[in-house]
Nanobody, 117 residues
Framework: QVQLVESGGGLVQPGGSLRLSCEASGSIFSLNAMGWYRQAPGKERDLVAVISSGGARNYALSARGRFTISRDNAHNTVYLQMNSLKPEDTAVYYC???????????WGQGTQVTVSS
């Protein structure tokens, strides 16, 4: 089993920045991909960004140019740096992990991000 623990959410004004962190523990040998998804009220959970153990990255269109995903393999941690935040970025952000073609075998508990003035 794998455990994912997120931190770093909160309330931020439009145009501001937040950095989310997610630390993995347990059977981490299978974690080629780690990523971030988000779910706004009444909407489906959507991919934000994913990164492989080798550094390959995929971003949702809404995240490109504003968000950066990075990974510290030595500490089994993935980060999401979010800049130029907009009210529509408000959602619960979930850390995920798994093989590259299925990076959502495991989920964290979620962290709330609210962008509001």
């Amino acid at each position: 089993q794998v455990q994912l623990v997120e931190s770093g959410g909160g309330l931020v004004q439009p145009g501001g920045s937040l950095r989310l962190s997610c630390e993995a523990s347990g059977s981490i040998f299978s974690l080629n991909a780690m990523g971030w998804y988000r779910q706004a009220p009444g909407k489906e959970r959507d991919l934000v960004a994913v990164i492989s153990s080798g550094g390959a990255r995929n971003y949702a269109l809404s995240a490109r140019g504003r968000f950066t995903i990075s990974r510290d393999n030595a500490h089994n941690t993935v980060y999401l740096q979010m800049n130029s935040l907009k009210p529509e970025d408000t959602a619960v952000y979930y850390c995920s992990a798994g093989p590259w073609d299925r990076p959502y075998d495991y989920w964290g508990q979620g962290t709330q991000v609210t962008v509001s003035s």
